[in-house]
């Protein structure tokens, strides 16, 4: 079974305070209550504690009486609810936030290998650097388990709504026939899917963000980091240099 958590439930587990399922007999519910009653009560040096000792009575007292058919019978909706709860926490998908959505390679690091220069084109940066990815999602371990959403910020065409791209002398779009902007595009990650370094490839021909609008992207690959927790400085071993 599992720790017990901090905050107080809303309503107390008389048999996980005495250590027993639900359903135990009352010889067991007996023997469960001396064992610790004698660890626990206050008199008893260093394991005594009238906090504990309260609980345990108050769990004893009530399993062991005629009071033990109600709370049973709370107990059992408690449990179903309870039970409820996780399933819908654990179906409801983790949507990651903008930090953890980032481009494969820096412009910064790019630029210190010499890669930015002018005439430099992605597919020729990517031959030198070896990535065949444009974005990395960052996953943390403990999300791991669940539906994962990214959104992806990506580029744009919107065709100019008041010349429909063919009036080359139009004033609202100056004769280009669409703008630049971006747009999130929602990426969904079933839990069976969530593998370090795993690439997804979306075809981006096919959808459209809304009517009027595409991608400039045909092709986006995403490789997925899943990232165990990050060590305090402390933690972690010396640098090498
Ligand atoms: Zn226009």
Redesign the pocket.
Known sequence: MGGTKKNNPPFPDYYETLELPYGATAEAIRTNFRRLAKYFHPDIPLTGSEEAFIKIFTAYRTLSSQVRTKYDEIYKKYQAARFLQKQVSLSAPIVLPPSRVTFSTGILDLAKRGLMRKGFRTKDRRKVTGINYDIVVHIKEKEAIRRVIALIPLTVRIV????????PH?????????YKSSRNLKVEFPPSTLQNNRLFEFDLSKFRPDSFTHFKKKLLRVKLQIERKIPLPFEAGPVGK
Do not use: F, P, V
């Open positions: 100019c709504r008041d010349c429909m791209g063919g009036d139009c004033s609202s779009c100056g004769g280009a026939g669409s």
